[in-house]
């Protein structure tokens, strides 16, 4: 690569050079980071996790001090509520006991990052085998927990900031009593986008870095039925399924390179075989990614674009938004990014864990590739469940009338027809993936 000093596996780098470069050059980092060990990346992670404990108790105890001050005793606060939870619960249980909720703690914070490990699979898969893709995923989370922390005081500093700036001016100047009030909606809540954003593309630019390491290398099979055809001419026919081997090797297989968001998104998911049949998935398909990207932006303007028909609704009927609910609404645009990309992160690395195993060469790459081109089904999912949201909303008084006479809590019946929903679009989902990978679990190119 142009402009980045090449590392090598065996050179030694020190944890904490990687930590400071990941945030501002992740290409480099990633590249330096071979060169860290797990266990050396893990006690780096380790100390990081130490140092979050400061500023969250330096920040509880400040507001717990703040609310206290100006509220008194009176106000229910989350934030005293938690100070209080914890000191009631240290003082009633033994130390051997807070020494094992300490543990469990402890735990869910590494399983969060576990977890952020689990769903870069998907999204930096490389034609490598699949231990070391598993470890180098695992390196660069780990290696990536300075820059967590780095978010989390941020964020916990730009809190405490607006929450004094809320109680200095409460009552007072009161044309800038709108913008008090919001102040969550105008500067929190775009710092905390922008902070995930920087996040985000350290994480994934960095675990797309090319490896340097040796990739298994594996003989051309039958696309149709695996069948090793290293020594099967190509005029010949595959001993196997009678197919010609020229289906398979030949130099016009997959060699299409699909153009345009709206000709490929129905192609993708309703005639998979034939689709996958045509576009190569063992190459570095810089179209999936750029498709999928399409995809998530999609499905933001969606989800704005609903909340504001629901505002417009509201103001058929009479109750007109104000200036709170159109500002509020704009951070309905976040989770109609995150969530899609964790559906289709965290569903497709399942899917390519279990054909990876399942097969003699790691299946991720692919199962990559065929994610991206059917994010186009994420988006169709996305768009119902917010007009099943939609309607819920809009009947929620006959929903109410309806649950009493079936059941006594309304928010039962919600649920089940949430669930009712859901599950039957995730297992759609799956099915669909399974299909698809399965048509190109033997593909060469």
Known sequence: MDGIRSFGAKDRVSAWWVMLVLPFR?????????????????????????????????FVSYMNYLFSSRWGNESVLFTECLAKSV??????????????????????????????????????????SLGHSIRRCVRIVWLGSLLVLGVIVVM????????????????????????????????????????????????LTAGRVPTQTHCPITPPMCEWCGYNLAYTPPEGMCPEC????IESLGPEVRRTSPHGYWRCFFPAIARPDRFFRKVPIRSAGAE?????????????IVTYSISISLLMNRAASGHWPNADSMVDSIVICLPGFVIPMLVIGGVGSFVGLCFSWADRRNQM????????????????????????????????????????????????????????????????YVHLLDHSVRSIRYANR
């Open 26 to 58: 992740p290409r480099i980092a990633a590249q330096a980071a071979s060169g860290v060990s797990l266990l050396r990346a893990y006690l780096a992670h380790f100390v990081v996790l130490i140092l979050w404990v400061g500023p969250i108790i330096l």
């Open 87 to 128: 000191r009631t619960l240290f003082d009633f249980i033994s130390v051997s006991r807070q020494a094992l909720v300490a543990g469990a703690v402890w735990g869910v914070v590494e399983l969060i990052f576990l977890l952020g490990s689990f769903l870069m699979l998907l999204w930096s898969a490389q034609p490598e």
């Open 156 to 203: 916990l500093i730009a809190t405490a900031v607006i929450n004094s700036v809320q109680v200095l001016f409460d009552g007072s100047w009161d044309r800038w009593l709108w913008v008090n009030r919001h102040l969550e909606s105008l500067f929190l809540y775009p710092l905390f986008a922008t902070c995930m954003g920087w996040l985000l593309w350290a994480l």
């Open 242 to 245: 009678g197919r010609a081997a």
């Open 288 to 300: 999936s990614r750029r498709f999928v990207l399409k995809t998530l932006f999609l499905t933001m």
């Open 365 to 428: 790459s692919a199962v990559a590739h065929v994610s991206y081109w059917t994010s186009g089904y994420v988006l169709i999912w996305w768009v119902l469940a917010l007009l099943m949201v939609a309607f819920l909303t809009a009947w929620e008084r006959e929903l109410a009338d309806l649950s009493r006479m079936w059941m006594r809590n309304a928010d039962a019946l919600v649920i089940l027809l949430l669930l009712a929903f859901h599950i039957p679009c995730f297992v759609v």
